[in-house]
């Protein structure tokens, strides 16, 4: 199942620069992890160490939040997820 993902920008250096990475799955963990399976670097940036999302990091599919579902939300080919990451600052 192909899924396309956009990369936030912030994380884009860690996609060797590439907006929009195309990854499988029927999940939206499924996706996730494929994505960190083609570029390892990103899991710290999305992940805790028990492999929950971190808290300033939502994920998008279709442009609808996929909490409170978040990684068991299925996803069916031609979806499209987008990692938003929340940033506040003061």
């Known amino acids: 199942m192909s899924i396309e993902v956009s990369i936030h920008q912030s994380l884009r250096n860690l996609t060797n620069g590439q907006a929009t990475v195309t990854v499988n799955g029927t999940t939206v963990g499924q996706c996730l992890n494929d994505l960190v399976n083609q570029f390892p670097g990103i899991k710290p940036k ?32 031609g979806d499209r997820l987008h990692i938003t990451l929340i940033i506040a600052g003061g």
Not at 46 to 74: A, T, W
């Open 46 to 77: 999305i992940f805790d160490k028990k492999d929950k999302l971190l808290n300033y990091v939502d994920i998008y599919v279709n442009l609808e939040s996929s909490y409170p579902e978040e990684l068991d939300m299925s996803v069916k080919d």
